[in-house]
Nanobody
Framework: QVQLVESGGGLVQAGGSLRLSCAASGSIFSINAMGWYRQAPGKQRELVAS???????NYADSVKGRFTISRDNAKNTVYLQMDSLKPEDAAVYSC???????????????WGQGTQVTVSS
Protein backbone atom coordinates (compact mmCIF):
# COMPACT_ATOMS: atom_id res chain seq x y z
CA GLN A 1 0.00 0.00 0.00
CA VAL A 2 1.49 3.32 -1.09
CA GLN A 3 0.52 6.57 0.51
CA LEU A 4 1.57 10.21 0.45
CA VAL A 5 1.58 12.20 3.66
CA GLU A 6 1.88 15.97 3.57
CA SER A 7 2.88 18.42 6.26
CA GLY A 8 3.82 22.05 6.64
CA GLY A 9 0.70 24.00 5.80
CA GLY A 10 -0.64 26.76 7.98
CA LEU A 11 -1.31 30.45 8.35
CA VAL A 12 1.25 33.03 7.31
CA GLN A 13 1.25 36.75 6.65
CA ALA A 14 1.71 38.07 3.13
CA GLY A 15 5.40 38.19 2.32
CA GLY A 16 6.14 35.27 4.59
CA SER A 17 7.33 31.76 3.88
CA LEU A 18 6.17 28.20 4.36
CA ARG A 19 7.73 24.87 3.51
CA LEU A 20 5.56 21.93 2.54
CA SER A 21 6.75 18.35 2.71
CA CYS A 22 5.29 15.21 1.20
CA ALA A 23 6.65 11.79 2.05
CA ALA A 24 5.80 8.68 0.07
CA SER A 25 5.73 5.42 1.98
CA GLY A 26 4.82 1.81 1.43
CA SER A 27 5.97 -0.81 -1.01
CA ILE A 28 7.67 1.41 -3.58
CA PHE A 29 9.81 0.26 -6.47
CA SER A 30 10.42 3.65 -8.05
CA ILE A 31 9.10 7.19 -8.11
CA ASN A 32 8.99 9.18 -11.31
CA ALA A 33 7.55 12.67 -11.19
CA MET A 34 6.42 14.32 -7.98
CA GLY A 35 4.58 17.56 -7.73
CA TRP A 36 2.29 19.96 -5.96
CA TYR A 37 -1.16 21.10 -7.00
CA ARG A 38 -3.41 23.64 -5.36
CA GLN A 39 -7.08 24.43 -5.37
CA ALA A 40 -8.65 27.58 -4.03
CA PRO A 41 -12.38 27.84 -3.31
CA GLY A 42 -14.36 28.24 -6.53
CA LYS A 43 -11.32 27.63 -8.71
CA GLN A 44 -9.99 24.67 -10.63
CA ARG A 45 -7.08 22.69 -9.33
CA GLU A 46 -3.82 23.85 -10.87
CA LEU A 47 -0.30 22.54 -11.07
CA VAL A 48 2.06 24.58 -8.92
CA ALA A 49 5.33 22.79 -9.49
CA SER A 50 6.67 19.41 -10.49
CA UNK A 51 10.00 17.63 -10.44
CA UNK A 52 10.98 14.56 -12.38
CA UNK A 53 13.37 11.81 -11.33
CA UNK A 54 15.94 13.57 -13.55
CA UNK A 55 15.45 16.67 -11.35
CA UNK A 56 13.91 18.57 -14.23
CA UNK A 57 11.50 21.07 -12.70
CA ASN A 58 8.43 22.90 -13.94
CA TYR A 59 6.63 25.83 -12.32
CA ALA A 60 3.39 27.65 -12.84
CA ASP A 61 4.07 31.16 -14.10
CA SER A 62 2.37 32.61 -11.04
CA VAL A 63 4.95 31.11 -8.65
CA LYS A 64 8.16 31.33 -10.67
CA GLY A 65 10.89 33.06 -8.69
CA ARG A 66 9.01 32.63 -5.39
CA PHE A 67 8.53 28.87 -4.98
CA THR A 68 11.17 26.16 -5.15
CA ILE A 69 10.47 22.46 -5.50
CA SER A 70 13.03 19.85 -4.51
CA ARG A 71 13.15 16.18 -3.65
CA ASP A 72 15.13 13.81 -1.49
CA ASN A 73 15.12 10.49 -3.27
CA ALA A 74 16.59 8.65 -0.30
CA LYS A 75 13.60 9.73 1.78
CA ASN A 76 11.01 9.53 -1.04
CA THR A 77 10.10 13.08 -0.13
CA VAL A 78 9.28 16.18 -2.13
CA TYR A 79 9.40 19.70 -0.72
CA LEU A 80 7.88 22.99 -1.75
CA GLN A 81 9.56 26.08 -0.37
CA MET A 82 7.18 28.98 -0.71
CA ASP A 83 8.57 32.47 -0.26
CA SER A 84 7.06 35.92 -0.72
CA LEU A 85 3.62 34.45 -0.26
CA LYS A 86 0.64 36.41 -1.52
CA PRO A 87 -3.03 36.20 -0.49
CA GLU A 88 -3.78 34.67 -3.88
CA ASP A 89 -1.51 31.72 -3.00
CA ALA A 90 -4.01 30.60 -0.36
CA ALA A 91 -5.42 27.20 -1.25
CA VAL A 92 -5.40 23.55 -0.36
CA TYR A 93 -2.09 22.18 -1.58
CA SER A 94 -1.96 18.53 -2.57
CA CYS A 95 1.00 16.34 -3.30
CA UNK A 96 0.98 14.14 -6.36
CA UNK A 97 3.38 11.40 -7.39
CA UNK A 98 3.80 8.90 -10.16
CA UNK A 99 4.87 5.73 -8.36
CA UNK A 100 5.59 2.20 -9.43
CA UNK A 101 4.78 -0.13 -6.54
CA UNK A 102 6.94 -3.17 -5.92
CA UNK A 103 5.75 -6.23 -7.79
CA UNK A 104 3.82 -4.28 -10.39
CA UNK A 105 4.80 -3.49 -13.96
CA UNK A 106 3.21 -0.07 -14.20
CA UNK A 107 3.22 3.26 -12.42
CA UNK A 108 0.17 4.78 -10.83
CA UNK A 109 -0.79 8.27 -9.76
CA UNK A 110 -1.12 8.88 -6.04
CA TRP A 111 -2.42 11.87 -4.12
CA GLY A 112 -1.91 13.17 -0.64
CA GLN A 113 -4.75 14.29 1.59
CA GLY A 114 -4.06 17.99 1.09
CA THR A 115 -2.84 20.69 3.42
CA GLN A 116 -4.32 24.15 3.87
CA VAL A 117 -2.23 27.23 3.20
CA THR A 118 -3.74 30.51 4.36
CA VAL A 119 -2.10 33.86 3.61
CA SER A 120 -3.32 36.93 5.46
CA SER A 121 -2.96 40.36 3.93
Amino acid sequence: QVQLVESGGGLVQAGGSLRLSCAASGSIFSINAMGWYRQAPGKQRELVASIRSSDRVNYADSVKGRFTISRDNAKNTVYLQMDSLKPEDAAVYSCNADIRPRGLAFSYEYWGQGTQVTVSS
